[in-house]
């Protein structure tokens, strides 16, 4: 197993340009997040997915979106970068409510110039 | 809304010796569940220990334990005999038990853990 894998691990992207942070789960897990860290911060969820083709917005989901075509992959929308998005991404997954630990990609630092 | 707080940005310890990092919580709800994430330089979120309300007994995992008072709302992790691979940031977090809710994780801002020889 695998478990939650994120491309890329690092990234520079210009003010407006767009990109896709790509987040796998080999685990079978219904349940699907992104979040991000910022600096000397705690972790904030951006969105969220019960199931393939079920996803919802989080505490900070402004600037994103998703798609869940597929139990396995969770792919994060940034659409027009802004400096405010320069963060790192943690993707993560967990089988269901009744197991509830949550495992962690191992992040994707971006940084908006 | 459930706020997290972990009012030491930074903590040292000396190896062999004890730590406890603090965590303080804010909720109308009952039943929950509490937990404590290492992130080593790695960035990796790794889970140390969890914590169900509903139950009175401490959670214990090796050297790692908690001291979860419910009515004052705090969780504090204890590290005993620590080593020089417990260094991290620790993150304390919170997540609702509700049934019709997801499991979203709730994060304090995390206490920075440094380990001298």
Not at chain 1, 55 to 82: M, W
Not at chain 2, 61 to 90: H, P, T
Request: hydrophobic share 30%; charged share 20%.
């Amino acid at each position: 197993n695998a478990g939650v894998t994120q491309t890329p691990k690092f990234r520079i992207l210009k003010i407006g340009q767009s990109m896709t942070l790509q987040c796998a789960q080999d685990m079978n897990h219904n349940y699907m997040y992104w979040y991000r860290q910022d600096p000397g911060m705690g972790l904030k969820l951006i969105y969220y997915s019960v199931g393939a083709g079920i996803t919802d917005k989080g505490e900070v989901p402004n600037g994103y979106n998703v798609s869940r075509s597929t139990t396995e992959d969770f792919p994060l929308r940034l659409e027009l970068a802004a400096p405010s998005q320069t963060s790192v991404y943690f993707c993560a997954s967990s089988y269901s409510m009744a197991n509830y630990e949550q495992y962690f990609g191992p992040g994707t630092r971006l940084t908006v110039t | 809304a459930q706020t997290v707080t972990q009012s030491q940005p930074e903590m040292s310890v000396q190896e062999a010796e004890t730590v406890t990092l603090s965590c303080t919580y804010d909720t109308s709800e009952s039943d929950y569940y509490l937990f404590w994430y290492k992130q080593p330089p790695s960035r990796q979120m790794i889970l140390v220990i969890r914590q169900e309300a509903y139950k009175q007994q401490n959670a214990t995992e090796n050297r790692f334990s908690v001291n979860f008072q419910k009515a004052a709302k705090s969780f504090s992790l204890k590290i005993s005999d620590s080593q020089l691979g417990d260094a991290a940031m620790y993150f304390c977090a919170y997540r609702t038990r509700r049934s019709y809710n997801t499991d979203k994780l709730i994060f304090g801002t995390g206490t920075r853990l440094q380990v001298f020889p």
